[in-house]
Structures are given as C-alpha cells and as structure tokens.
Nanobody, 116 residues
Framework: QVQLVESGGGLVQAGGSLRLSCAASGSIFSIGAMGWYRQAPGKQRELVASIMNGGRTKGRVTISRDNAKNTVYLQMNSLKPEDTAVYYC????????????????WGQGTQVTVSS
C-alpha cells in the first residue's frame, strides 16, 4: 500500500558528508512524523531524527522534509566511523484502503559506511 524508497547511502571517508533521501508513495491519505533510524551491527535500531514539518539541525545532522513530495532528507556532516550503520526511513502514514488505518511504514534501508 505504501512504499518508502531510500537513496543516498554509500562509502565516505571520515569528515565527509552524505545526504539521504526517502520518498513515500502509494495509497497515502496523510503522513504524520517522518524520521530516520539507524542500526549498526550487533546494536539495536536507534532514532537519528524525526520531523513533522520544515527542517532542523542538531549537531552534525539536519533533517528536512518536502511535504509536497512526501520526501524526507537527512544531511549528515563531519561523519565518523561510528556513524556506520544501515539507515532506515520511517513514516507514520494514514491510508484509506480498506478503512482508515494509521501505522508506521519502513524503508528497506540504505548502508552508510564511514572509513577512518
């Protein structure tokens, strides 16, 4: 019903930057919070940042959102090896197929690897 497609991951040297994108599509009535999580090997998935509207910066990370495109972005600067993880997009989405339903949808994940 709803698909989240991430892009922008890859290999970068320490100190570099990456911008991740996540576009939601499908039978979308509305989207509430959108966010990014990450999961490093052997660790639990953790929240990186989430947002309802606009954009904000916290430390090395800026999250922003284009509601017209159902897209959320994550700009990461001054990357460190400990930022290496699979990054997942999340969207709390309301659909009307088969009734009004609100639930979290997840992307497939994009690998970010930071070399030292």
């Amino acid at each position: 019903q709803v698909q989240l497609v991430e892009s922008g991951g890859g290999l970068v040297q320490a100190g570099g930057s990456l911008r991740l994108s996540c576009a939601a599509s499908g039978s979308i009535f509305s989207i509430g919070a959108m966010g990014w999580y990450r999961q490093a090997p052997g660790k639990q998935r953790e929240l990186v940042a989430s947002i309802m509207n606009g954009g904000r910066t916290k430390g090395r990370v800026t999250i922003s959102r284009d509601n017209a495109k159902n897209t959320v972005y994550l700009q990461m600067n001054s990357l460190k090896p400990e930022d290496t993880a699979v990054y997942y997009c999340n969207a709390r989405t309301t659909t009307t197929v088969g009734g009004i339903t609100t639930r979290d949808y997840w992307g497939q994940g994009t690998q970010v690897t930071v070399s030292s």
